[in-house]
């Protein structure tokens, strides 16, 4: 049973290129959250999605910034012309459906790296 | 705004003894609270759920306290081990489809 795959492990993308993180769920998982990591700092949340719907996307910044979680396929994060300041590790975690309390389960994380 | 604190200094700790972490919140009222371990360079790794009602939690080695009343909980390691260095960090979460908060994480390090 696999669990929260997350690609590519390492990007590196020139300014202003784009920049995009998949993230499959857990079987079973219809709730994918994304965090951001600088180094040396904590987990900050950017978006929550199920299938086809944003949930709370209110730590995504205003611009650049897009999720999706389509009815096939994984989840995508997408930055679009990429600057300096959005170098970090970002991680992918999955949840069941619904109840609250569930154990969210995370990826190995995808690390950005803008020269 | 919410926000959840955690020791910022890392903790260093004999091997053998008690390793004590604290999460503290304010702004907020969540329905549980979990830690989670982090190791570098991967991703974190869920540890404990304790719910508002709840007072303590236990699982082998580990404890966690949830008062809500001084919007603290308190992560305890027995009988540490190096293989418990890692960063262990507190997370809320709210009594429907909400998001995760984190804290920033402390860093704990067992020395031999």
């Known amino acids: 049973n696999a669990g929260v795959m997350q690609n590519p492990r390492h990007l590196v993308r020139r300014r202003g290129q784009e920049a995009r993180l998949r993230c499959s769920p857990m079987k079973g998982h219809s709730h994918v959250y994304w965090y951001r990591q600088l180094p040396e700092e904590g987990l900050k949340f950017m978006v929550y999605?199920?299938?086809?719907?944003?949930?709370?996307e209110s730590g995504m910044p205003k611009e650049r910034f897009s999720a999706e979680f389509p009815k096939e396929g994984p989840s995508i994060l997408r930055i679009q012309q990429v600057v300096r300041g959005d170098s970090a590790a970002y991680f992918c975690?999955?949840?069941?459906?619904?109840?609250?309390?569930?154990?969210?389960?995370f990826g190995e994380g995808s690390w950005l790296t803008v020269v | 705004s919410q926000k959840i604190e955690q020791n910022s200094e890392a903790l260093n700790i004999q091997e053998g003894k008690t390793a004590t972490l604290t999460c503290n919140y304010t702004n907020y009222s969540p329905a549980y609270l979990q830690w989670y371990r982090q190791d570098p360079g991967r991703g974190p790794v869920f540890l404990l759920l304790?719910?508002?009602?709840?007072k303590e939690k236990r699982k082998e080695r580990l404890k966690v306290t949830f008062d809500t009343t001084l919007k603290q909980s308190l992560f305890h390691i027995t009988a540490s081990q190096p293989a418990d260095s890692a960063t262990y960090l507190c997370a809320l979460g709210g009594s429907s489809a909400s998001k995760i908060i984190f804290g920033s994480g402390t860093r704990l390090s067992i020395r031999p």
């Open positions: 999605l199920q299938k086809e719907n944003i949930i709370d």
């Open positions: 304790i719910r508002e009602n709840e």
């Open positions: 975690a999955s949840s069941p459906p619904s109840a609250a309390g569930n154990t969210i389960y």
